[in-house]
Structures are given as C-alpha cells and as structure tokens.
C-alpha cells in the first residue's frame, strides 16, 4: 500500500514539474509581442536557443551537479527571467530574461527526463508528458486571463513570481527517494551492513533501485567524449522522428498559421486564426501526451507520426498560399497537437523500454535535444515563410522582418504599426 501511493505521489510530482516547467515558456511565447514587436521571431529563438546549449552540454556535466541543486538552479533562473523581462530596459535586455527562462527550460527537461529512470518510467514519462502538454492550455489561458482583466505584462510576469517556489515544493514535498542524493550513499551503506537481514519490502525496493542506478551513473561516467558521442548518434530512430514532428509543427505555428485568416488582408482576423489555431493545437498536444500511454508504441508507429507532420505542414502551405476554407481548419490543427504530443511521449517511453538500463538516463537526457533542433529549424524557416506568403497576397498592413524580395511595404502607413496601450499597470509603467 505504502508503495502504491508513493508511485502514485511520484507520478503527481511529474506531472506537476512537467506542467510548471514548460509555463513560463509558454506565457512567454504568448507575450512576443510585448517583449519585442519588432522581431517575434528573436523571441522565439531566445526561447530555444539557450535550451539547446543546456541540453546539448548536459550530458558532459550533468554527472557532476547533483538533482537537487540542479532543481535550485532551475528555480533560481525563474525569478531572475521574471525580474529581468517585467523590468529590463529595451528588448535586447528583456531577451536576456526570456535566455535565462530558456536555460531552466533545458536544465529541467533534461534533468527530470533523466530522473524519470530512477522510478517506475512508463507512467513517470507519461505523467511527466502530461504536465509538459498541458503547460501550453495553461499558459495561454494564464495570458487570455491578464488580458480580460485588463492588466499589463509587467503585472502579469510578477504575479507568476509564484511559479518557482511551487517548482521547488512540488520536487521537494511530492517527490520521493531516490532523488535524494544525500540518501543514496547511506542506503547503499545500509544494505552491505544488512544484507542478510530481512527488511520491509518498501525499503528493499528503494536499495536495489539506487544500487542500480548507481551502478548506471559509474558505467556512464566511465565513457570518454567520443564515446558518449558515438552513443547519442545511435539515438537516431528515435530523435529523427522527434526532430521532423517538431520542425514541422513549429514551421506551421510561426510561418503559416501567422499569415492565415478570413480574409488574410485583415489583421484581426489573422490574430483570431492565429490564436485559436494554437489553442486547439495545444488541446491535441495534452490529450495526446495524456492517452498515448493506451496506444500501442513501436518505431513504426514513431515514424509514421512524423511522416503525417511533414504531410499536415505541406497542407497548411497549400492553405495559406492559396487561401482556402475557413474556421473548419482548427480540426487539422487539433490533429497537428496530436501528432506532436503523441511522438513525445511515444519517442521517451521506447527509449526508456529499449535502451540498456545502464544507459537509459544519458539516452533520455541527450535524446531531448532533438526537438529543440527541430524548433531553431522550424523558428528561421517560419521567419521566412511569413515574408513570402505576406508578399505572395499582397498584406500590406504590417511589414514582416523578412519580405522574401518584395517591394510592397514601401508606402505602407507607418501609424498602422503604432499600438496604444490602455492596461492598467504599475505606477510609472507604461502598459
């Protein structure tokens, strides 16, 4: 019974972590155009570059820091993007807050991905996949909120001051051993000293669970550079799927769904498309992480998602380069959330069941890095399509970063471009 509701303790916890990890990322993304109008898509790789350098560096010194500080360190970037992004002087100063929330975004994905190996992997990954689908319904919901009450970014990032210290107690209070490096020692001590003694099946289960993973941690410390390497290139069946879906889906959420609407000449009716597209794409993101578990996983399955990606991205081209249909294609965008958070989930799960024990936590902690590739592809190439497709129906009403070589924003009426805020806000602040 005891273990029954530690697991079930366990799998709240990561569910919990997941969903808090990817929220300010998302209401990040939600707020682009506060932090930098004049380039969204800078935004956008802010969001993701930093979170590619954490993951890719991760498995060369993960080994040496342990969970829990790990964790701090996680917490601690939050307050520090928070602060940086509602107080910062101009935009390049405000994108160095939305680096640091990128960095704990790796750090944690990286990190907890990992961790997941030292419990019960199937319905830890699931839970943690979850939390990460619903963070996007979450933080979206969180932006419409501050919006219908009127109030401005600044008031909203410091009223998410909250997020860090429920991060910290939600590892600290939900979660139980092993994360507790201090513990792993002692228990291992313990267990030579009695090994013939009969103890309680709840505590038997736990020594065994950190003798392995130790085990795990000595066989992966041993590898050299080049043979951590060669490891992680052997990944591909699984990070080739992921990197495809993610380049696919992000190239349709900043390239096409941003140059869609009924008519595409009028701006408000691209930002309705542009918003209830991504809503219901991240509706198909959390059931699909939610209920993937019930499907049956193999690589096929895994490969044929990402192929149905790269389908659904050709059809929302076709969609947006010759104007097509109307409200029925957020049916299509549900299904986009589908596919992606159903390769999610599906990618981590077969790694956790296929790889060798030993090795499970380096594979889930460099797998990760695949579909942060596939973002930075997907963010330059929607930078370019919207130009393109701005300048193939001829939307003048907002000039695009990149015009794809046309010339028609050359008398554009620059007040169009103009914004006047009414959100209340902190004193002194404009909203």
């Given at each position: 019974?005891?273990?029954?509701?530690?697991?079930?303790?366990?799998?709240?916890?990561?569910?919990?972590?997941?969903?808090?990890?990817?929220?300010?990322?998302?209401v990040?993304?939600?707020?682009?155009?506060?932090?930098?109008?004049?380039?969204?898509?800078?935004?956008?790789?802010?969001?993701v570059?930093?979170?590619?350098?954490?993951?890719?560096?991760?498995?060369?010194?993960f080994?040496?820091?342990?969970?829990?500080?790990?964790?701090?360190?996680?917490?601690?970037?939050?307050?520090?993007?928070?602060?940086?992004?509602?107080?910062?002087?101009?935009?390049?100063q405000?994108?160095?807050?939305?680096?640091?929330?990128?960095?704990?975004?790796?750090?944690?994905e990286?990190?907890?991905?990992?961790?997941?190996?030292?419990?019960?992997?199937?319905?830890?990954?699931?839970?943690?996949?979850?939390?990460?689908?619903?963070?996007?319904?979450?933080?979206?919901?969180?932006?419409?909120?501050?919006?219908?009450?009127?109030?401005?970014?600044?008031?909203?990032?410091?009223?998410?001051?909250?997020?860090?210290?429920?991060?910290?107690l939600?590892?600290?209070?939900?979660?139980?051993?092993?994360?507790?490096?201090?513990?792993?020692?002692?228990?291992?001590?313990?267990?030579?000293?009695?090994?013939?003694?009969?103890?309680?099946e709840?505590e038997?289960?736990?020594?065994?669970?950190?003798?392995?993973?130790?085990?795990?941690?000595?066989?992966?410390?041993?590898?050299?550079?080049?043979?951590?390497f060669?490891?992680?290139?052997?990944?591909?069946?699984?990070?080739?799927?992921?990197?495809?879906?993610?380049?696919?889906?992000?190239?349709?959420?900043?390239?096409?769904?941003?140059?869609?609407?009924?008519?595409?000449?009028?701006?408000?009716?691209?930002?309705?498309?542009?918003?209830?597209?991504?809503?219901?794409?991240?509706?198909?993101?959390f059931?699909?992480?939610?209920?993937?578990?019930?499907?049956?996983?193999?690589?096929?399955?895994?490969?044929?998602?990402?192929?149905?990606?790269?389908?659904?991205?050709?059809?929302?081209?076709?969609?947006?380069?010759?104007?097509?249909?109307?409200?029925?294609?957020?049916?299509?965008?549900?299904?986009?959330?589908?596919?992606?958070?159903g390769?999610?989930?599906g990618?981590?799960?077969?790694i956790?069941?296929?790889q060798?024990?030993?090795?499970?936590?380096?594979?889930l902690?460099?797998?990760?890095?695949?579909?942060?590739?596939?973002?930075?592809?997907?963010n330059?190439?929607?930078?370019?399509?919207?130009?393109?497709?701005?300048?193939?129906?001829q939307?003048?009403?907002?000039?695009?970063?990149?015009?794809?070589g046309?010339?028609?924003?050359?008398?554009?009426?620059?007040?169009?471009?103009?914004?006047?805020?009414?959100?209340?806000?902190?004193?002194?602040?404009?909203?």
């Amino acid at each position: 019974m005891r273990g029954q509701c530690r697991l079930y303790a366990n799998v709240i916890a990561f569910w919990i972590l997941g969903l808090l990890n990817n929220f300010l990322w998302v209401v990040l993304n939600a707020g682009a155009n506060e932090i930098n109008s004049a380039g969204i898509a800078l935004v956008y790789l802010a969001n993701v570059l930093p979170s590619l350098t954490m993951k890719l560096s991760g498995p060369y010194w993960f080994h040496y820091v342990s969970y829990k500080y790990r964790i701090w360190l996680i917490a601690l970037l939050m307050v520090l993007c928070l602060l940086q992004v509602a107080w910062g002087q101009g935009p390049y100063q405000k994108l160095i807050g939305v680096g640091m929330a990128s960095m704990a975004a790796g750090i944690g994905e990286a990190s907890l991905l990992a961790m997941a190996s030292f419990y019960e992997a199937k319905p830890c990954l699931t839970a943690w996949s979850s939390g990460t689908g619903f963070a996007g319904i979450a933080g979206y919901v969180w932006s419409l909120l501050f919006d219908y009450l009127d109030l401005c970014f600044q008031v909203e990032l410091m009223v998410a001051l909250w997020l860090p210290l429920a991060f910290l107690l939600a590892f600290h209070c939900l979660l139980g051993p092993p994360w507790i490096d201090e513990e792993r020692g002692a228990r291992l001590d313990c267990a030579a000293d009695s090994a013939d003694s009969n103890s309680e099946e709840l505590e038997s289960e736990e020594t065994v669970s950190v003798m392995e993973h130790h085990a795990s941690e000595l066989a992966t410390a041993k590898l050299s550079f080049q043979e951590r390497f060669g490891y992680i290139l052997s990944l591909w069946p699984y990070t080739v799927p992921l990197f495809f879906v993610y380049a696919a889906e992000y190239t349709i959420q900043s390239g096409f769904w941003a140059a869609m609407g009924f008519p595409v000449t009028d701006p408000t009716s691209r930002h309705h498309f542009y918003k209830w597209s991504n809503f219901m794409y991240q509706i198909g993101v959390f059931i699909s992480r939610s209920a993937f578990i019930l499907i049956c996983r193999n690589r096929k399955v895994l490969w044929c998602g990402g192929f149905l990606q790269v389908v659904m991205a050709l059809f929302f081209a076709a969609a947006a380069w010759q104007p097509f249909g109307d409200w029925w294609l957020l049916a299509p965008a549900f299904f986009v959330g589908c596919l992606g958070g159903g390769v999610y989930v599906g990618a981590f799960t077969l790694i956790a069941q296929e790889q060798p024990a030993s090795f499970v936590e380096l594979a889930l902690s460099a797998a990760s890095v695949a579909d942060t590739f596939g973002m930075i592809a997907a963010n330059i190439m929607g930078l370019l399509i919207q130009g393109c497709v701005f300048g193939h129906l001829q939307v003048v009403d907002d000039v695009p970063n990149f015009k794809c070589g046309y010339d028609i924003w050359d008398s554009v009426n620059k007040t169009l471009q103009e914004k006047t805020y009414h959100a209340h806000c902190f004193p002194g602040i404009k909203g």
